[in-house]
């Protein structure tokens, strides 16, 4: 282990209150956000979040732009703290973690995929992955490159291992970066808006690698516009609006069946959004096929 993985080591100047945190880390429930409130400057953004993602689960969160999706997911890792409420993660709660060692110690668990992917365009693939395994969490070299060839498999891109990201496509760059977040065997993974950057043509490959690491049981918080997968791949899903949680339930439910007009109302704009979306699939794959005729 290197000299920086130590300094941010969870392990490390254990606190006396931590066998409370170990006996929780038993709890089903992986992260639990209650009444949270959080305004920049004066413009309230959320106002009272109460949502929780139990172990193995994939929650999505959709809503309008500007409902407060993102700022939930960044409340969730620490990136910026709410004025108001209880955040915990495996039990820990994360407003008290003060402390830059405390922060990476919870960052290091917690993966977030972007709509950027920020891979190192200098670095291949291979060494995209590996550097935050060993720099960061002090694996041994061989290890994080068994490691990384694996889930560039598993990502469906075995055969990138020595290309650069400019070599890629943007679907094929995405996956890397899910590869990347994987590499730190995260106990949770956000997603924001995975695929809004994406070419059409590439969106189902991303959404596939998601919906079968959802299927292998990793815990996921998803913010999506992508409204049939988030119907697929969702134990539970919230709709928020206004930075409140409008209505939250099973996928049946929400999609099928929602109780709030607002939802109602979102979903069928959405809807209309998606069809929109498919035929412009459609369209350019045909073209791609006729492309490579
Ligand atoms: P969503 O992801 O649902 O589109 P966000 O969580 O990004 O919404 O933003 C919610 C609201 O908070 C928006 O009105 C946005 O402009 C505002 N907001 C987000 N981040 C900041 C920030 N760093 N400073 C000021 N306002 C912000
Ligand atoms: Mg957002």
């Known amino acids: 282990m290197n ?3 130590l300094a941010v080591d969870p392990l490390e100047h254990t606190p006396p209150s931590v066998d409370r945190e170990v006996k929780k880390s038993a709890d089903p429930v992986l992260v639990s956000l209650s009444d949270v ?12 979040i109460n ?3 139990r172990r193995g689960e994939a929650v999505s969160i959709i809503g309008p732009s500007g409902s407060g999706k993102s700022t939930i997911l960044r409340c969730i890792n620490g990136l910026i703290a709410p004025q108001h409420g209880e955040i915990r993660v495996d039990g820990i709660d994360v407003r008290a973690q003060h402390t830059d060692a405390q922060k990476i ?9 972007f709509q950027q992917y920020n891979l190192f365009p200098h670095l291949s693939v291979l060494a995209n992955l590996t550097i935050a395994p060993v720099s960061v969490l002090g694996r041994s070299r061989a290890e994080a490159e068994h490691d990384a060839h694996a889930l560039l498999k598993k990502v469906r891109l075995a055969d990138k291992a020595h290309a650069y990201p400019g070599e890629l496509s943007g679907g094929q760059q995405q996956r890397v970066a899910i590869a990347r977040t994987l590499a730190m065997r995260p106990d949770l993974i956000l997603f924001d808006e995975v695929t809004s950057a994406l070419d059409p043509e590439t969106v189902g490959e991303v959404l596939n690698v998601i919906g079968e690491l959802v299927d292998d049981g990793q815990t996921c918080v998803l913010v999506t516009h992508e409204m049939r997968f988030a119907e697929d791949v969702s134990d539970e899903v919230f709709f928020t609006e206004g930075g409140v949680i409008v209505e939250h339930g099973e996928p049946s439910q929400i999609f099928g069946a929602p109780d709030n007009d607002r939802t109602r109302l979102f979903l069928q704009r959405a809807r209309g959004e998606d069809r929109r979306a498919l035929r412009k699939r459609s369209r350019s794959n045909a073209a791609l096929a006729l492309a490579t005729l």
């Open 3 to 5: 000299r920086l993985a």
């Open 37 to 48: 409130h959080l305004s920049f400057g004066a413009a309230p953004v959320l106002n009272g």
């Open 51 to 53: 949502l929780s993602v």
């Open 105 to 113: 110690a919870l960052r290091k668990r917690i993966g977030f995929v």
